[in-house]
């Protein structure tokens, strides 16, 4: 069968799928076919069940845990790090109200987390890569930047003026943030989904054991970070909670739902049933 994988065009993304993307690791009678898209993108997609396995923000899932079962390898996970929102001028603790946010997504865990943390802030959604752009121009007050921008906002003269990592680990304790998932279609079965997951889990653990071969392939969607930069972004989100998210992933999950119940953004829990 062919395999449709979607995932954002990203070098930690793309270091986790070097391997299926040059035609190694691969698994007896499955084809891949990769499908590059923005991880909100990838949301909306998700939620119409459209490809057989997909990256997806763990914001999102409780909109499609009825299509897809959570893998336990692939997930984006930060200890101690994740989103911030930066702005052009610092930002005391006082002035959050009616500012105007930039978000990567409605549906990503960026906003989720912003939503939480600031919920009296004004949104606008803008893609991910021009949100640093958006606020260096004054269009908004301040943006949630995901991906390399957590590296490279401070050489553009950019702000941290909110840190949901540290914010995260501080009030739990020391779980990793999840931030990213990958899914795995429910109607393909669980033994066929198995199968996908120690695929993926391959590819991780083949792109890991050939780290300069695959940072090489990663770089490529880069937007032009120089190499120790995409290096160190890479081992950020692809790391041991990457080949599998344990039990401190499956906690890290259950409270970030539990405390996007608290603020009345969902309605309950969803079940957590891994592949």
């Given at each position: 069968?062919?395999?449709?994988?979607?995932?954002?065009?990203?070098?930690?993304?793309?270091?986790?799928?070097?391997?299926?993307?040059?035609?190694?690791?691969?698994?007896?009678?499955?084809?891949?076919?990769?499908?590059?898209?923005?991880?909100?993108?990838?949301?909306?997609?998700?939620?119409?069940?459209?490809?057989?396995?997909?990256?997806?923000?763990?914001?999102?899932?409780?909109?499609?845990?009825?299509?897809?079962?959570?893998?336990?390898?692939?997930?984006s996970m930060g200890r101690g790090y994740g989103p911030i929102v930066v702005s052009k001028d610092p930002i005391g603790p006082y002035d959050w109200t009616?500012?105007?946010?930039?978000?990567?997504?409605?549906?990503?865990?960026?906003?989720?987390?912003?939503?939480?943390?600031?919920?009296?802030?004004?949104r606008e959604v803008i893609p991910f890569e021009e949100i640093p752009f958006a606020v260096l121009d004054g269009r908004v007050d301040a943006g949630v930047?995901?991906?390399?921008?957590?590296?490279?906002?401070?050489?553009?003269?950019?702000?941290?003026?909110?840190?949901?990592?540290?914010?995260?680990?501080?009030?739990?304790?020391?779980?990793?943030?999840?931030?990213?998932?990958?899914?795995?279609?429910?109607?393909?079965?669980?033994?066929?989904?198995?199968?996908?997951?120690?695929?993926?889990?391959?590819?991780?653990?083949?792109?890991?054991?050939?780290?300069?071969?695959?940072?090489?392939?990663?770089?490529e969607f880069g937007r032009g970070i120089d190499r120790e930069v995409g290096r160190k972004f890479v081992r950020m989100y692809v790391n041991e909670d990457?080949?599998?998210?344990?039990?401190?992933?499956?906690?890290?999950?259950?409270?970030?739902?539990?405390?996007?119940?608290?603020?009345?953004?969902?309605?309950?829990?969803?079940?957590?049933?891994?592949?």
């Open positions: 069968m062919t395999l449709r994988i979607g995932h954002s065009p990203d070098p930690d993304d793309a270091f986790m799928f070097y391997a299926l993307a040059h035609g190694v690791k691969q698994e007896d009678g499955i084809a891949v076919e990769h499908v590059l898209a923005d991880i909100e993108t990838l949301n909306l997609r998700a939620m119409k069940g459209e490809l057989e396995v997909t990256a997806a923000s763990a914001a999102a899932y409780p909109q499609f845990a009825d299509r897809y079962w959570i893998m336990r390898t692939g997930a009616g500012i105007l946010v930039a978000t990567p997504g409605l549906h990503t865990t960026a906003n989720l987390l912003l939503s939480i943390h600031h919920p009296e802030v004004r930047l995901i991906h390399e921008g957590q590296l490279t906002y401070q050489k553009m003269g950019l702000h941290k003026v909110s840190d949901f990592g540290a914010l995260w680990e501080k009030e739990t304790g020391g779980l990793p943030l999840p931030l990213g998932l990958d899914l795995v279609r429910k109607d393909l079965g669980r033994e066929t989904a198995t199968r996908i997951s120690a695929l993926l889990r391959r590819s991780i653990e083949h792109a890991l054991a050939n780290e300069d071969d695959a940072l090489t392939y990663a770089l990457t080949i599998d998210m344990g039990d401190d992933g499956v906690a890290a999950l259950r409270h970030l739902y539990r405390r996007a119940v608290d603020r009345g953004l969902l309605n309950r829990v969803p079940d957590l049933d891994l592949v």
